[in-house]
């Protein structure tokens, strides 16, 4: 057996570095004898190099146990002047040798090193090539060229110049990673094409790299098969790359444990397919016949019994059946059915007794007269026996296996170590007259409370534990038409564990006399849902007033605003003199809001004229303090530094770049982040153009945490009201953020270590560690000329600084990254932000 065992992984050219060749690998000997390199010509006579560097490999050690005793196996070798010497000795070689047995690691001729240092002088290399929307080419990567300047041209096959946009910028990143000199700190090594794929003729790009050295060009193209490309992209594509032999381990234990229909559903949510239609989606998505038969073999440790309360009023008997066939059709069995009709006539009656009137779970009852809809569900609630009361109307349908979900969501919250569920609701959409199509899905977040004063968005299902119940009281009359409204708010207002199941376990019948269809129907009903809520402030002990909006349904509420609190607004400041007195101006002129205070933090401007503003501005406003922060630039601490010298009870956080265009915009956030449970409450800002710069913020949208409708129209409503509402999020930008003193104080401030990105998402998320609320309105609205204080996210450094931000935030919040965001649906895109269906 040879005792030599070596490898040359890498060879480089540096012209800079004494026009060195570099050679780098590992070598070691089975016996553990020290080793020898040389460097010799083709007579054996022994050429200067110097002194190889040798390091441990602990990649070949776990390869090769034999290296136990050898802990260097790795080496470095420099030749300088490569070349000079090949011209005098014609031909080079590396050699390695125990003493007894020598192997050649590497050699070469004048030529072969020419054409190896010619191509080294010029390194290419593509990071990213791919196909958007399946319109769009983008591409990214970095040349070096070690001597001279280099260009780029971008050809279609055939050699003639295509339209797409090419872009260079610095690569911080490259110029760490290859340990370069400082001289190519500021050279622009980042290259960025992007354009439309009608605009390559023949489908194929060619990237041409010409790097002109002084002495000679050198010229290096790189083919892009666009055809190849959108196929790789496509659904089959993708689907093609999980399905690949590589991944075939994890593939079968897949398909093992979830068989086909799960196993589908897999590998389409690994290769990130999205469809637009709900009707498809729904039929991947919801229980298949296995699943339903695996449900009626499962028995769980606490199985309550649930008892649906419907009330009947002249109910079509098509939509009876329906409704009471989708309740028999459960999987879980301890349930019961209670239906109380107040029908004018016997028609209900006789069909009921005819085709139901053998089952023991279904209990009928002929009312003496109508009551209205909220005394007749209160008759079928006095007949329910079950642990759990569900409610739902005579012509909707229920998912086979809503009750399943139901009890296994009771029981996980038993396992957890919670209170058991006393409260529960799930997802909904619609369903055609006759059945056919299922359309507008309602996929809600987790518990809610201030989405909830907008708008009744938990609907359906809605479960109550029977003990609850009793103790807030049945329905009342006075809220007809609302009654489901002001039911579910005394409930939440007194349950101690309200769990979301975000399944699509409803589905509300659509016809032209229901709500679902035509919301102007109804107006009594939208009245009644205004009384509805403000008798919960009222037991709530908040003085508000309810108005309603032009969206049917939907409240705006003017919470009174306690005494008139100093509201210390802080702005940090780096030159940008424009940017910012437009912002101080705004607040001055248009704030009806006056108990404030401006702290403005100097943060090492360079410009003599921002320093002469300063002197203007402190006269022109009498309620700016002028700080001075003397270290480099870190958001964090520069806030944190500001908050400690404010004197007022709440901090608002705003960028110097925004402008306000609501006058009651401190009012609209105050009457927020002032009630109890609520940290911070952040603004609606919008770009230049009227579209939506922030709505919210979404962890783990686009990765780590995005903005929700960014880019969307300014007057657009969003998703469910989502642009449109005050609603919590696990999230809202610093760039206007309120927050109360002492739950600033409560959770330390922001976090140091976040000197650029996601510092607030970080500020956010530890205030909902302590149970503090983060809410978003869109009735406070500003501005927000984002990037022209400080700067484009993609520039070099940012990016390479927001690499590393973005594994600190990860280590930090990688359980609430996994877990999901608990105010966003799981069935909602996390790399789109317009709330289109996602593949889970």
């Not at 470095?76 to 192997?103: C, F, M, Q, S, Y």
């Not at 290859?178 to 023949?202: H, N, P």
Request: hydrophobic fraction near 35%; charged fraction near 30%.
């Amino acid at each position: 057996m040879e005792q030599l065992v070596w490898s040359v992984d890498d060879r480089k050219y540096q012209e800079k570095n004494e026009k060195s060749l570099i050679l780098e690998g590992w070598a070691f000997q089975r016996d553990c004898q020290p080793l020898r390199f040389l460097l010799t010509d083709p007579a054996g006579e022994q050429l200067p190099m110097e002194e190889p560097v040798r390091f441990a490999r602990p990649d070949v050690e776990a390869g090769y146990p034999e290296t136990s005793g050898t802990k260097q196996c790795g080496f470095t070798i420099r030749i300088p002047n490569a070349e000079a010497l090949v011209k005098k000795h014609e031909k080079l070689r590396l050699v390695v040798t125990d003493g007894k047995e020598k192997a050649i690691l590497w050699e070469t001729d004048s030529q072969q090193l020419y054409d190896f240092c010619k191509d080294q002088m010029m390194e290419v290399h593509i990071d990213r090539q791919e196909v958007l929307y399946r319109t769009m080419i983008a591409a990214e990567g970095w040349v070096l060229c070690q001597k001279g300047t280099d260009r780029i041209l971008l050809q279609d096959g055939k050699g003639n110049p295509v339209p797409l946009k090419l872009s260079r910028g610095r690569r911080p990143d490259v110029v760490e990673s290859l340990a370069l000199g400082t001289e190519y700190k500021e050279k622009e090594l980042g290259f960025q094409i992007s354009g439309k794929l009608a605009d390559v003729a023949g489908g194929r790009l060619v990237l041409v790299f010409i790097g002109n050295t002084g002495r000679e060009e050198i010229r290096k193209q790189v083919e892009i098969d666009l055809k190849k490309l959108q196929a790789e992209n496509s659904p089959a594509g993708r689907r093609k790359k999980v399905l690949a032999w590589e991944n075939r381990k994890e593939n079968l234990e897949c398909l093992r444990k979830k068989g086909i229909r799960g196993f589908l559903k897999y590998v389409d949510a690994k290769a990130g397919i999205v469809t637009g239609d709900y009707e498809q989606w729904l039929m991947r998505h919801k229980a298949g016949r296995k699943e339903l038969m695996a449900q009626r073999k499962t028995h769980f440790p606490y199985e309550p019994k649930i008892s649906i309360v419907i009330p009947l009023y002249n109910t079509p008997l098509p939509y009876l059946k329906e409704a009471v066939d989708s309740i028999v059709k459960q999987t879980y069995k301890n349930w019961q059915l209670c239906l109380a009709d107040g029908s004018t006539g016997d028609e209900l009656t006789s069909y009921i007794h005819k085709h139901y009137g053998r089952n023991p779970r279904i209990c009928y009852k002929k009312l003496e007269k109508n009551g209205g809809i909220s005394e007749n569900t209160n008759a079928a609630v006095k007949m329910a026996k079950g642990d759990y009361i569900l409610l739902a109307d005579h012509d909707d349908v229920v998912a086979p296996d809503a009750l399943f979900h139901i009890v296994k969501a009771i029981n996980e919250s038993i396992q957890k170590g919670d209170r058991p569920a006393d409260a529960l609701y799930t997802d909904e959409d619609k369903i055609s007259m006759d059945g056919a199509h299922y359309f507008e899905p309602n996929f809600k977040p987790d518990y809610n409370l201030f989405r909830l004063r907008e708008n009744n968005y938990i609907c359906h299902i809605f479960v109550v534990k029977k003990e609850l119940l009793k103790q807030v009281g049945l329905f009342s009359s006075d809220y007809d038409g609302a009654q489901d409204y002001d039911l579910i708010l005394r409930c939440c207002e007194k349950a101690e564990n309200i769990v979301h199941i975000p399944r699509v376990l409803y589905h509300w019948r659509c016809h032209m006399e229901s709500t679902a269809a035509d919301p102007a129907s109804k107006v009594y009903a939208y009245e009644a849902g205004k009384r509805a809520l403000e008798a919960h402030y009222k037991r709530m002990g908040i003085q508000a007033e309810v108005e309603m909006t032009k969206r049917p349904g939907w409240y705006r509420s003017q919470v009174k605003i306690k005494g008139q609190p100093l509201i210390s607004i802080i702005i940090p400041n780096k030159d940008h003199v424009k940017d910012l007195e437009l912002c101080l101006s705004s607040i001055d002129k248009k704030s009806t809001y006056r108990n404030f205070e401006v702290l403005v933090v100097e943060n090492n401007s360079n410009h003599p004229e921002t320093f002469e503003y300063y002197e203007k501005m402190t006269r022109k406003y009498s309620f700016v303090r002028l700080l001075t922060w003397k270290e480099g630039f870190n958001f964090s601490a520069i806030n944190n530094f500001a908050a400690a010298l404010a004197n007022g009870e709440y901090f608002l956080f705003l960028n110097n770049d925004v402008e306000v265009l609501t006058p009651n915009w401190i009012q609209e956030m105050l009457m927020l982040c002032q009630q109890k449970d609520v940290g911070a409450a952040g603004a609606k800002l919008f770009y230049p153009d009227d579209t939506i710069q922030h709505a919210g913020v979404v962890i783990g949208l686009g990765g780590i945490a995005g903005h929700i409708f960014c880019r969307a129209s300014g007057s657009a409503d969003g998703y469910m009201g989502r642009l449109v509402s005050v609603q919590e999020y696990s999230a809202v930008t610093a760039a206007c953020m309120l927050v109360k003193k002492e739950d600033f104080l409560l959770v330390d401030g922001f976090d140091p270590e976040f000197v650029v990105a996601f510092n607030d998402i970080d500020f956010c998320m530890k205030l909902g560690q302590h149970k503090k609320k983060v809410v978003f309105t869109p009735y406070a609205q500003l501005y927000h000329y984002e990037s022209k204080s400080r700067g484009m996210e993609d520039t070099p450094e940012k990016q390479l600084r927001f690499k590393k931000e973005t594994l600190l935030f990860e280590k930090k919040w990688g359980k609430e990254l996994a877990k999901g965001d608990p105010y966003y649906s799981p069935n909602l895109s996390v790399t789109e932000g317009d709330c289109s269906l996602r593949e889970v």
